[in-house]
């Protein structure tokens, strides 16, 4: 009789790291954590408010950048992915909250208001 074997699929984890912009607070720390925790497979977020990143670990995290720049887009914030150029603590200028954060009210940040 045949034996049939059935393979698991182990989850990949990942780590990934954004720069964040417009972080100034406590809140906006806990916004952004919140903001990339709902994503699917993110399983860990360590937010550092001095330099402006986002440490992702999940299943797959790389290849979930999209949705998770799209997570915190929705949240208010412009974010890009760190790259490894010559410059580790290079930041893209951009402005202290985006337009969709002032404007729209979102995450509880004491800035918005």
């Known amino acids: ?8 699929q182990e989850n990949i984890m990942e780590t990934a790291e954004l720069y964040v ?3 100034t607070c406590g809140s906006c720390v806990a916004s952004v954590t ?7 497979g993110v399983k860990d977020v360590h937010v550092d408010l001095s330099r ?8 797959e995290a790389a290849q979930q950048l999209p949705a998770l720049l799209a997570a915190l887009s929705d949240a208010g914030y412009e974010a ?7 410059s580790e603590d290079h930041v893209a200028p ?4 985006s ?3 002032t404007g ?8 918005r208001r």
Request: proline content about 4%; glycine content about 10%; charged content about 15%.
């Open 1 to 8: 009789m045949p034996v049939i074997t059935t393979e698991l």
């Open 21 to 23: 912009a417009g972080m």
């Open 34 to 40: 919140r903001a990339l925790k709902r994503v699917p």
């Open 52 to 59: 402006g990143t986002a440490q992702i670990t999940g299943e």
């Open 80 to 86: 890009s992915a760190k790259t490894t150029a010559a």
């Open 94 to 97: 951009v402005s202290h909250h």
């Open 99 to 101: 337009a969709k954060a």
């Open 104 to 111: 729209a009210g979102k995450g509880s940040c004491c800035c």
